[in-house]
């Protein structure tokens, strides 16, 4: 059985294990005009589908996976991931928090080609809208290069249905690579209704991104995100 259809069945089984005693159990179906992970546009501008579901427990455990599929054209992105991914969750004093996360990360070009690679990451909450961490990631994008990566996240309420999202991380690529630091920064417009939830935004990342990549890099690269929540 190939390592993604383990990975993802192992996970199934967990949740459905521990069905009874989770807080918490959300999924939804994204629809995105591109995919983004870490900066980097993966699908080539292609249009995505996504497929979300977690699971958070009452002693703070959560587990859960997120698979997307695009119909990318030959060297032009990564036609199809998952991730799958394990934490905990601590509240701390003064309404802050922390989180613990590892996740593996299992991406398809095609022709039998895989990228995979495993992260851990560690981010403390200063607020309910306000967070950083700090993620190393071992053969980042199964290229031979260890990655650490801080990142920042703000998110400003301007009304019940909508919010103003920022997001900015600075990767250092260990020596050895085409380059040993990769910018990004985010910003988007989340407006969220009952079930749905609409995110433009603007993505702007390093133009070295293509001495990691073979893939195009625009700048800035304007998305789309359309999600339902199903449970």
Known sequence: MPKQITLITAFA???WLNAADAATVQSSVH????RFVDGSNITGDRPAVSLTTDVSFNNGAFIGLECYAA??????????GCDV?????QALKNKQALTLTATRHHYSRGFNREWDYTSLEAT???????????AYANDWFDRPFDTIALKHKSRFKLSNALTLNLTASATVVENGAPTDLIHFAKLSLEYS???WTIEPAINVSDSDLTDMFAFDIDQPDISLTISYRLY
Request: glycine residues 6%; charged residues 20%.
């Open 13 to 15: 089984f967990a949740a």
């Open 31 to 34: 629809v995105e005009s591109a």
């Open 71 to 80: 119909d990318v054209q030959k060297n032009r992105g990564l036609k199809s």
């Open 85 to 89: 991914y394990a934490g905990y969750f």
């Open 124 to 134: 403390w909450h200063a607020s309910k809208n306000s967070s950083l961490s700090i």
């Open 193 to 195: 209704t009952e079930r």
